[in-house]
């Protein structure tokens, strides 16, 4: 298996564009979690889906924020507009169900300008 | 609020000596809890787990030790390795409301 997937590795962006990061669970696990991870505050998770269905997005920072995961095997995070305060590396990771150990993507790492 | 806390964002220890690396929690619904390696520009990987009807559970170099009273977790690395050297963060999930966090990470270098 080729592990969790995510696209882009970097993006660099200026301040107020729209910023798209795209995660491929692995096949077969039911769980989807998207992670913010800075210096100051470690991993942060920001929203988790289970069976397509977002369960907890009460750590998406802002309105700024949204996730999609339209099928089994594709989940988007969104930040529109993005801001330098969103520059950090984010993670997709997938579990077999939501008690379960997550694999992490390598990571989508975001420089906002 | 941070549920799971890592106190020491660094450890520096000498090469086939220990590695302890804590982590505290505040909430006692938390009932399992799993250590993750980092290294530079890579994901997280699991590295071990501990359910909390156990106090200890080992694997090779790295066991953990849980004690409930003090909510307090531990992973000892026995001997340390250069290799072992990345951010370890420690993590709790509570399978009665589908709550789980993350501590913010020890980088630990071992020196050769």
Redesign the interface.
Known sequence: DAGVIQSPRHEVTEMGQEVTLRCKPISGHNSLFWYRQTMMRGLELLIYFNNNVPIDDSGMPEDRFSAKMPNASFSTLKIQPSEPRDSAVYFCASSLTVEETQYFGPGTRLLVL | DQQVK?NSPSLSVQEGRISILNCDYTNSMFD?F?W?KKYP??????LI?ISSIKDKNEDGRFTVFLNKSAKHLSLHIVPSQPGDSAVY?CAA?A?TG?Q??????TSLTVIP
Do not use: D, K, V
């Open positions: 890592q399992y799993l993750y520009a890579e994901g997280p990987t699991f787990s963060f999930i399978s589908n789980f966090y993350f501590g913010t990470g």
